[in-house]
């Protein structure tokens, strides 16, 4: 037991002053570390250069398609014009009195006393007459008749010398005109005598 005691305490010195040259500091200079620079700048390059592309990229399909859409509303303004043009040409081939005029032309006469056949029994209903030329229809209006009191006296102009620079009639050249008026006058009233002669035949 006191050789035990003893060995303890030559031990508990030598434990002390090991304790206490571990405890001891020392001191360290301090290390800064800094952060590095390059892979930051290239990764905020890197950002901005996508957004720039992206935009670049969104503004020219939108203007692509911006030029796409404004060639599709001129080629459907063409279009419907077109569409407009041919209505108005098939409005036209359908006009009957083109038809009638047409029919004319080829020496179609339109029937005048047509028979009707009764389905049920087969009978026929009136007596059907073969068309001839004398049933052509006057397609086009006849000109318009003079009335008999109208008869103007025709209008007679007058150069004047000083602002027209033409020289004046002479009483000469005045009744010659009122002649040829009077003569065109004479022709007229004579062709449409003979159109209502036609007519009435």
Do not use: C, Y
Request: proline letters at 8%; hydrophobic letters at 40%; zero cysteines.
């Amino acid at each position: 037991m006191s050789m035990w005691m003893g060995q303890a305490r030559t031990r508990l010195p030598r434990l002390a002053e090991n304790a206490v040259e571990r405890a001891r500091l020392t001191l360290v200079p301090r290390r800064r570390t800094r952060a590095k620079r390059m892979p930051f700048l290239v990764l905020v390059s890197l950002v901005l250069l996508g957004g720039v592309v992206g935009l670049l990229v969104v503004n020219t399909s939108m203007q692509q398609v911006s030029f796409t859409a404004t060639s599709l509303e001129a080629r459907a303004d063409a279009l419907r014009a077109e569409e407009q043009s041919l209505q108005m040409e098939l409005d036209g081939l359908r006009d009957p009195q083109r038809v009638a005029t047409k029919a004319q032309s080829l020496g179609m006469v339109p029937l005048a006393h047509p028979a009707f056949l009764t389905l049920p029994d087969g009978r026929v209903l009136g007596e059907a007459v073969p068309a001839t030329p004398l049933d052509t229809q006057r397609l086009r209006p006849l000109p318009t008749r003079r009335p008999a009191g109208f008869n103007p006296r025709p209008i007679v102009r007058i150069a004047n010398p000083a602002t027209d620079g033409a020289p004046s009639l002479g009483a000469g050249e005045r009744g010659g005109t009122k002649n040829n008026r009077a003569s065109q006058d004479q022709a007229t009233q004579d062709q449409a005598t003979q159109d209502q002669a036609t007519t009435t035949r």
